[in-house]
Nanobody, 123 residues
Framework: QVQLVESGGGLVQAGESLRLSCAAS????????MGWFRQAPGKEREFVAA????????YSADSVKGRFTISRGNAKNTVHLQMNSLRPEDTAVYYC????????????????WGQGTQVTVSS
């Protein structure tokens, strides 16, 4: 059984930073890709950033380019999302996702999901 556990969400003011972390566990789990998605109230879940594990290649949504950075952590199967210059429109529940076959910006292609962590940015 694969488990993804997110941490690091919270309430910040516009312009401040947060760092989200996601730890994946499972006896034989080895991700091909891991990523972050977010979902604001009344909106669909949207892609934020992803990383292909073997190469370290990263992908990010246009809305966060230059502000958010995804990276592999030092601990096994851990990924971070450094979020700088946060805006009120970044307010959402942030989900970590992973898969053993894909690095994808499409939620339906990913098999493993965390429970989510709330990020709230006040103006």
């Amino acid at each position: 059984q694969v488990q993804l556990v997110e941490s690091g969400g919270g309430l910040v003011q516009a312009g401040e930073s947060l760092r989200l972390s996601c730890a994946a566990s499972g006896r034989t789990f080895g991700p091909y890709g891991m990523g972050w998605f977010r979902q604001a109230p009344g909106k669909e879940r949207e892609f934020v950033a992803a990383i292909t594990w073997s190469t370290g290649r990263t992908y990010s949504a246009d809305s966060v380019k230059g502000r958010f950075t995804i990276s592999r952590g030092n601990a096994k199967n851990t990924v971070h999302l450094q979020m700088n210059s946060l805006r009120p429109e970044d307010t959402a529940v942030y989900y970590c996702a992973a898969d053993t076959y894909y690095t994808s910006r499409y939620p339906y292609e990913l098999n493993y999901w965390g429970q989510g962590t709330q990020v709230t940015v006040s103006s």
